[in-house]
């Protein structure tokens, strides 16, 4: 029998798989802006399926694996078919199979490591790799902010969308998904910003969306990125100043 408190989060995490799947359909229909949205809106419920099961205290073994093969349709296949798609006809055309396959492929490594090295709970640590949900924000993101811009004629219709760029984010993701660098949670990242402030500065970026979902999902991955180097830069020094001092010893 199935507790009560199991149903909710499962139910939110259900629907993210939805909403993934839904994203697949639009992408081979060509309705590639719906089938972003689509994208963004499971990952909303990944955020929900995980706070409404801190607030109920349901954690379960199943809970962790479901939410991890959902994340796999809805932040893994489903923007690698929306890469396949997009890229089909461009100029990149005859690559088009090995990017989309390779941001898959990392996506669901990701997922696969992230089940292996953690455990049903409540704690929510930093990540080793890039979560699989923000590299589908920087796909998904940088073409809704290019197409966004393309069709707004108050700024005259500014085109940085190009296949290459749009390729080497992918590719880009993928590796920082199956590497080892790590990622702070994002609550840690924009520590900055005062708490009562936090609620204002989520519905601005709700609000202005189609610009900002690339442009914080990048400034997260630049800040994590240059953290790492950083503390990687102060940890080589280090072991410099202890070589060289047992060798003057």
């Not at 029998?1 to 994203?23: H, R, W």
């Not at 519905?203 to 969306?209: A, D, G, N, Q, S």
């Not at 994590?224 to 280090?238: A, E, I, P, V, W």
Request: glycine share 4%; charged share 15%; with cysteine.
């Amino acid at each position: 029998m199935i507790q009560k408190k199991y149903i909710a989060p499962n139910a939110i995490t259900a629907a993210n798989m939805l909403l993934g799947y839904l994203s697949i359909t639009a992408s081979i229909k060509g309705n590639f802006i719906h089938a972003i949205w689509f994208i963004i809106a499971a990952m909303v419920c990944d955020t929900l399926d995980g706070k409404t099961a801190r607030k109920l205290d349901a954690f379960s073994e199943f809970g962790k694996e479901f939410d991890s093969f959902c994340d796999a349709i809805s932040f893994g296949l489903a923007p690698a078919i929306l890469i396949f798609q997009i890229l089909t006809n461009s100029t990149l055309s005859q690559f088009v199979i090995p990017i989309s396959f390779i941001y898959s492929l990392c996506g669901v490594m990701r997922l696969v490591k992230f089940n292996i090295m953690t455990t049903a709970s409540c704690e929510k640590d930093d990540f080793s790799g890039m979560p699989i949900p923000c590299g589908a924000s920087l796909v998904v993101g940088y073409y809704l902010l290019a197409d966004t811009l393309f069709n707004n004629n108050f700024l005259d219709n500014i085109d940085i969308y190009s296949p290459e760029a749009f390729s080497f984010i992918a590719i880009l993701s993928g590796i920082l998904m199956v590497s080892t660098l790590p990622f702070q949670t994002p609550d840690k990242v924009f520590n900055f910003i005062p708490k009562k402030f936090f609620p204002l500065f989520l519905l601005v970026i709700l609000i202005t969306l189609k610009y900002s979902l690339f442009i914080v999902t990048a400034y997260y991955v630049c800040f994590n990125l240059y953290q790492s180097f950083l503390k990687r830069g102060f940890k080589n020094h280090d072991t410099e100043e202890c070589h060289e001092d047992s060798t003057s010893l």
